[in-house]
């Protein structure tokens, strides 16, 4: 094997994205990384202990990645409170689809157990942002007289559902040919404002001239 001279941990790093994204997490672990990167087996301890230290990582990273995703979506949506929340739940869903890796990592339940300081700021962040975009949501007329957390909470279940089913190979193939990008809209819209179908139009128009 030969030294490492370069960014090790960040090469530790994108490469178990990678193996995630195709292999998924179970079929992760410090010696194959060690042998697709051409190091010892015992490089990649300098930087991870172990499976588990890794993977905290990489969810640290994609909550960040994925608070800086949905809100740069948010503030392309413009001022409107309504669209800027839907905007937040259409990105969630298509970061889950783009960033595999990053996003299963943040979902992990032993990653999630074991989370440390760096961990849990970095979700923490994330989830201040969303429920300040949800109050000034429900300022704006959406749940009105349901509290906060409820609201964010609702919407949250809706958009990881449609996430889970969307990276579903079983229901893909049950559902044919599938638009993603509009059921993504229409189960967003769906959460925002099911009364109202003209939202939905006219976030359509907006999404194909983007």
Same mark, same amino acid.
């Given at each position: 094997?030969?030294?490492?001279? %370069?960014?090790? !941990? /960040? ?14 997490? =179970?079929?992760?672990?410090?010696? %194959? *990384? $060690?042998?697709? *990167?051409? #190091? ?9 202990? &172990? ?9 640290? =990273?994609?909550?960040?990645?994925? @608070? ?6 948010? =503030? ?12 937040? %739940?259409?990105?969630? #869903? ?6 595999? @890796?990053?996003?299963?990592? +943040?979902?992990?339940?032993? #990653?999630?157990?074991? $989370? &440390? ?8 962040? !994330?989830?201040?942002?969303?429920? =300040?975009? $949800?109050?000034?949501?429900?300022? $704006? ?14 919407? *949250?279940?809706?958009? /990881? ?6 990276? &579903? ?18 189960? #967003? !819209? ?8 003209? +939202? ?11």
């Amino acid at each position: 094997m030969n030294y490492h001279h %370069g960014n090790l !941990r /960040r090469e530790l790093l994108d490469r178990a994205a990678q193996i995630i994204a195709k292999q998924g997490i =179970e079929n992760l672990s410090l010696r %194959g *990384l $060690a042998q697709d *990167l051409g #190091v010892s087996h015992g490089a990649p301890a300098r930087h991870f202990k &172990d499976k588990l230290d890794l993977l905290r990582a990489l969810a640290t =990273e994609g909550h960040n990645k994925l @608070a800086d995703y949905v809100f740069a979506a948010a =503030e392309a949506a413009g001022p409107d409170p309504l669209e800027r929340y839907a905007a937040l %739940g259409r990105a969630f #869903v298509r970061f889950s689809l783009e960033y595999p @890796a990053y996003y299963q990592a +943040t979902r992990h339940p032993e #990653v999630a157990a074991h $989370a &440390d300081q760096e961990l849990r700021a970095a979700s923490r962040r !994330r989830m201040e942002m969303t429920v =300040e975009a $949800a109050r000034e949501a429900q300022a $704006a007329g959406w749940l009105k007289g349901e509290s906060v957390e409820d609201a964010v909470t609702f919407s *949250l279940a809706a958009v /990881r559902g449609v996430a889970a089913l969307l990276s &579903d190979p079983l229901y893909l193939k049950s559902m044919g040919s599938l638009d993603r990008e509009a059921l993504i809209d229409r189960m #967003v !819209r769906l959460i925002i404002d099911p009364a109202n179908p003209q +939202t939905a139009r006219n976030t359509r128009k907006r999404n194909r001239r983007t």
